[in-house]
T-cell receptor, first 111, second 114 residues
């Protein structure tokens, strides 16, 4: 089955710096890619999603890059602020009825 | 915004105990999911359903049963709880299935098995 690796597990940046999180996946049929944010004590919330025909998507200070050749997905927070401190998960699907999640990245943004 | 409500939010039981986690969604979504979240593993799918009376096996189903009684309600049952089932459990729903990536999550149920 699909295997998703996510790194780094922990990331600390200063306010205004960029933060990059990377996921790699194994199934070449993977067609749907998404990023979720989990704030302390809460469930996950969808940040952004892309289909496999999209290489780059930008929204509200977030950039998602998809490299299908290398089976790599990344999330770039271009100018992080303390409110971005949370745990981030990538999640992928091969167009079936379930998502496979990465192991999570705990991001801390220092003011 | 989809509303997914889980109960209880916290539960402590002993080994061999019987536990039911409840989930209700109020947005007429067809798909519902139960995940467990553990450090180093991310979220792992236990069971899911695409409608009342339907049940599909996820990736880590051993020791768990589930039942979808209505479109709104999805239950996770641990009939003989073990310490390895100590975890944070999330219910999620989706209108079109996970192939759209848009799952709406509840706030989680923390289960401790002593």
């Amino acid at each position: 089955g699909e295997q998703v690796e996510q790194r780094p597990p922990h990331l600390s940046v200063r306010e205004g710096d960029s933060a990059i999180i990377i996921c790699t996946y194994t199934d070449s049929a993977t067609a749907y890619f998404s990023w979720y944010k989990q704030e302390a004590g809460a469930g996950l919330q969808l940040l952004m999603s892309v289909l496999s025909n999209v290489d780059r998507k930008e929204e509200q200070g977030l950039t998602v890059l998809l490299n299908k050749k290398d089976k790599r997905l990344s999330l770039n927070l271009t100018a992080a602020h303390p409110g971005d401190s949370a745990v981030y998960f990538c999640a992928v699907s091969n167009m079936g009825y379930k998502l496979t999640f990465g192991t999570g990245t705990s991001l801390l943004v220092d003011p | 915004e989809a509303a997914v409500t889980q109960s209880p939010r916290n539960k402590v039981t002993v080994t061999g105990g019987n536990v039911t986690l409840s989930c209700r969604q109020t947005n007429s979504h067809n798909y519902m999911y139960w995940y467990r979240q553990d450090t180093g593993h991310g979220l792992r799918l236990i069971h899911y359903s695409y409608g009342a009376g339907n049940l599909q096996i996820g990736d880590v189903p051993d020791g768990y049963k589930a039942t979808r009684t209505t479109q709104e309600d999805f239950f996770l049952l641990l009939e003989l709880a073990s310490p390895s089932q100590t975890s944070l459990y999330f219910c999620a729903s989706s209108g079109q299935g996970a192939n759209t990536g848009q799952l709406y999550f509840g706030e989680g149920s923390k289960l401790t098995v002593l």
